[in-house]
């Protein structure tokens, strides 16, 4: 401690440039526009090195493997060493009663000040006996570790909602964090979150040394306030009525929306369709695959994942969804089709006018 930020990155041989591009990717990240680069500077200019612990319970540590693959190295390599990250069972050198005086030490010297990032659910039947760690259950190691801190992180669906170790019957009683501490907790779900949105959720906490603003489900809202269905360059075809019936069917290779074969994107909230994943390359959906509503609580539970589920809970949009299917596919509609129906037809015909040129072209390219 007592370094600032920059002091640390100069340590660590990085050059004021570096410093700069740095502090202009985290005021982007953390959400500031432009004008804050200066301000954010400055910040980490004189801003002691936050402390900060990285706890895994009920896990499979794709959550840290996300997170070091963030479209900018240099940030997740300025931010894991100017976090100051005293304690990660998965990253840092020290092992056994040293790693356990590392977490005591950063919690008891930094009381207030710390941040602790939380990846896994938490197994609370039986005594708490199926997460383990240096003789002590996750759960009393949470309560813990969570008394002083000034922001609590969780990580992924386990620490958001349980997840798949949550899954019915839920032998283990894995729980997540929320429901363990008494404090606000900022959700990011996903299996696992996307890499940016935890940079970015860090970066906001270092930069302005606040909580983001959250959704009613703890969720920073600037990347889960609308849906994958939302952002998705899939739904001019969901509008129009044009599905995929089966994987490998025409309308699949033609890119046509993946409703039909369970995608849930209608009833998900991430940031997938707009930041994307591995550097803003695809997502699950522009792979061809549904998504399965990896952010949602509960989203083992509401399978069979490729099946398009009428019951599936909260769906508003089913009926909707399922009229303008018909409707696109009936030929008597002319004359009682309401405005959006029109328009989706009129769509639907521009679509398919377009695919019959592209089958033409096909037909005409010589073998
Ligand atoms: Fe959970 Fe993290 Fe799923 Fe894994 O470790 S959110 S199991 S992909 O990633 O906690
Ligand atoms: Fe995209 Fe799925 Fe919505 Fe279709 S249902 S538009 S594939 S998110
Ligand atoms: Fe998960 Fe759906 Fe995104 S499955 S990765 S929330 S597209």
């Keep these: 401690m007592g370094h600032s930020i920059w002091q640390a990155m100069q340590q660590k041989g990085y050059s004021r440039r570096d410093f700069l ?37 009920q896990e499979c540590t794709c959550c840290s493997e996300s997170f070091i693959r963030a479209s900018h190295p240099i ?34 010297n930094n009381k207030g000040k710390y941040i602790v990032l939380v990846e896994g659910a938490v ?4 005594g708490g006996v199926y997460c383990m760690i ?29 997840c798949i170790q949550a899954a019915k019957p839920n032998p283990t009683g894995a729980t997540p964090i929320h ?41 920073p809202k600037e990347f889960y306030g609308r849906r994958v269905h939302d952002t998705c360059y899939r739904r001019p075809n969901y509008d129009a ?30 940031a997938c369709a707009v930041t994307k994943w591995n550097e803003g390359t695809s997502y699950p959906i522009q792979s061809g695959h549904g998504c399965i509503g990896c952010s949602e609580a ?34 008597t509609l002319a004359g009682v089709a309401a405005h959006a129906v029109v328009t989706n037809i009129r769509k639907h015909k521009v ?5 019959a040129e592209e089958d033409k072209a096909e037909e005409k390219e010589p073998e």
């Design 179 to 219: 429901k363990l501490v008494d404090k606000p907790v900022i959700n990011v779900p996903g299996c696992p979150p996307i890499a940016d949105v935890m940079m970015g959720v860090v970066t906001h906490l270092l930069v302005t040394g606040q909580v983001p603003a959250l959704d009613s489900l703890g969720r």
């Design 298 to 331: 509960g989203f083992w539970d509401n399978q069979p994942f490729y099946q398009h589920l009428p019951s599936f809970p909260g769906f508003g949009i089913e009926r909707t969804a399922d009229t303008i299917g018909a409707a696109v596919g009936a030929a």
């Design 21 to 57: 591009q740095f502090c202009t990717v985290a005021a982007a990240a953390a959400g500031l526009g432009s004008s804050a680069v200066a301000e954010v500077v400055s910040a980490f200019e004189k801003k002691a090195k936050p402390a900060v612990v990285w706890m895994h319970f």
């Design 75 to 108: 940030v997740i390599d300025a931010l894991l060493d100017v976090m100051s990250l005293n304690y990660t069972e998965t990253l840092m050198a020290a092992a056994g009663f040293q790693a356990e005086k590392s977490l005591k030490d950063t919690i008891t």
């Design 134 to 162: 240096g003789g002590r259950t996750a759960e009393e190691i949470l309560k813990e570790v969570s008394a002083d801190a000034a922001a609590i992180v969780a990580w992924g669906s386990c620490a958001s909602n349980g």
């Design 351 to 355: 679509i398919a006018e377009v695919h």
């Design 241 to 270: 009525g044009l599905f995929v019936e089966s994987f490998d069917d025409e309308n699949a290779r033609k890119g046509f929306c993946l409703y039909k074969v369970g995608c849930r994107g209608p009833v998900t909230y991430n």
């Design 123 to 126: 197994p609370t039947k039986d």
